[in-house]
C-alpha cells in the first residue's frame, strides 16, 4: 500500500509498505477514505516532535470503513463508517477513567498514530484500543464533514470545555488557522456576549468574515487596545492561544483581563516563559496541555443536528498520489489553504 512516511528531520516521502496486520485482540484494520493534514505533520518534518520515529507513516486526521475487528473489539465491526481519534487510550487507566486520556500510560496512549506508531496517510491504518479510538459516523454526515473530528474539532471542543465560558464572556480566540476555526465554531455553541478573533492573514480574516458575520476580527497589532475596547473589564474574560508563536503566547495574557482564564491550545516549536513580574497582579489562570479527545461522539451528534460544521474549512482535495504537493501548497498557506482532504 502508498504510505506517507517520516524518513529523517525535514523529509517526507511516499513509500510502498505492508498492508498494516492485527497486532492485538482490541485492534482494527481501517481502510482509509480520507486523512488531511496537520499542522502537528509540520512539526513532526522540522523535528520539533522529540517522540516522533522516523519510519513511521504520518498522519493522525482520517476517517474510513472498518475492514476488520480484534476478538475483543466489541462497540465496531467491519464495515462501519468510522472517524479514527487522534489519541490512543486503554480507557481503563487513572486517567482514562478522568477522561484524561492524552495522558493514558499504556505504552500506545496519547498521540501515538502518525508520530510513534504508523498512521493514516496511507490506504490503510491499524488502530489500537479500537472500541475508544474509532466512533461510527451518523447515515446523514458525510465522511467529508466527519473529517476533522478526531482531532482538530477534538480540540476546539475540549479547549471550549476547559474554558468554563458563560454567556456574559468575552471571548478572543488567537488565531484563526484550520485549529482556531475549530475552537471558534466550538466557542459559538457557548452563546457567549462577544467573541472576537485575532489574525495577521488577510484571507482568513476574509473567510471569518463571510462565513461567520456577527464575530469581531482584529489583526495582532491592534489587538491589545481593540480588545480593552471592546470589554467590560479591561480585557478577555477568556483567552484561548491556537497560534503557536512567540508572540501570540505573550498577547495572550496581555489581552486578558485580571482574574481571567487563558487556555494554550497551540503546539510551539520553541520553549514560552512566564514573565512573572510583568504578569503580577493579573491573577491568571492558565489551562494548558494536549486535547483530550474523548467526546468525539457527541461531536459527530453535534454534526448531525446541524449544530457544526467543518466542511467550509476544506479548501482542497487531492489524491494520495499527489500528498506531496498537498504538503507544499499547505506548509507555505498558498491559494487560500485551510484544510487538505486527502483521498485514499
Avoid at 490512543?88 to 499504556?106: A, S, Y
Avoid at 471569518?208 to 497589532?221: A, D, F, G, Q
Avoid at 504537493?325 to 506548509?331: K, R, T, V
Amino acid at each position: 500500500m502508498l504510505a506517507y512516511t517520516y524518513l529523517t528531520k525535514g523529509k517526507f516521502a511516499l513509500k510502498e509498505k505492508e498492508k498494516p496486520k492485527l497486532q492485538h485482540e482490541r485492534d482494527a484494520i481501517v481502510r482509509v477514505t480520507l486523512a488531511s493534514i496537520c499542522s502537528s505533520d509540520l512539526h513532526i518534518k522540522h523535528g520539533s516532535v522529540p517522540k516522533a520515529v522516523e519510519g513511521i507513516t504520518v498522519g493522525h486526521e482520517m476517517v474510513g470503513v472498518v475492514e476488520e475487528v480484534g476478538s475483543a473489539v466489541t462497540q465496531i465491526k467491519p464495515g462501519d463508517r468510522v472517524t479514527v481519534n487522534v489519541e490512543t487510550f486503554c480507557g481503563e487507566c487513572f486517567f482514562c477513567k478522568r477522561g484524561f486520556v492524552n495522558n493514558c500510560i499504556d505504552k500506545n496512549g496519547g498521540w501515538a498514530l502518525g508520530c510513534r506508531i504508523d498512521g493514516g496517510q496511507a490506504e490503510y491504518v491499524r488502530v489500537p484500543f479500537a472500541d475508544q479510538g474509532l466512533n461510527k459516523i451518523p447515515n446523514n454526515v458525510t465522511d467529508k464533514q466527519a473529517l476533522l473530528v478526531g482531532d482538530v474539532l477534538a480540540t476546539g471542543y475540549w479547549a471550549t470545555k476547559i474554558s468554563e465560558i458563560t454567556k456574559e464572556d468575552t471571548v478572543l480566540i488567537i488565531g484563526a488557522g484550520p485549529t482556531g476555526i475549530c475552537t471558534l465554531l466550538c466557542v459559538m455553541l457557548k452563546s457567549p456576549k462577544r467573541i472576537i478573533v485575532c489574525e495577521r492573514d488577510d484571507r482568513r480574516i476574509k473567510f471569518v468574515k463571510e462565513n461567520y458575520p456577527s464575530v469581531l476580527t482584529v489583526t495582532p497589532e491592534e489587538c491589545l487596545d481593540f480588545v480593552r475596547k471592546q470589554s467590560e473589564h479591561g480585557g478577555a474574560d477568556v483567552v484561548l492561544e491556537v497560534a503557536g508563536v512567540d508572540s501570540s503566547f505573550r498577547l495572550a495574557w496581555e489581552c486578558a483581563r485580571p482574574n481571567a482564564t487563558v487556555t494554550v491550545v497551540a503546539l510551539y516549536e520553541n520553549a514560552q516563559s512566564l514573565p512573572l513580574p510583568d504578569m503580577y497582579g493579573k491573577n491568571l489562570t492558565f489551562k494548558t496541555g494536549g486535547v483530550d479527545g474523548c467526546d468525539c461522539e457527541r461531536i459527530l451528534q453535534l454534526i448531525a443536528e446541524g449544530k457544526l460544521n467543518t466542511e467550509p474549512l476544506i479548501t482542497h482535495m487531492y489524491p494520495l498520489n499527489r500528498i506531496q504537493e498537498a504538503y507544499d501548497l499547505f506548509e507555505n498557506k498558498r491559494d487560500g489553504v485551510i484544510k487538505i482532504a486527502v483521498e485514499c
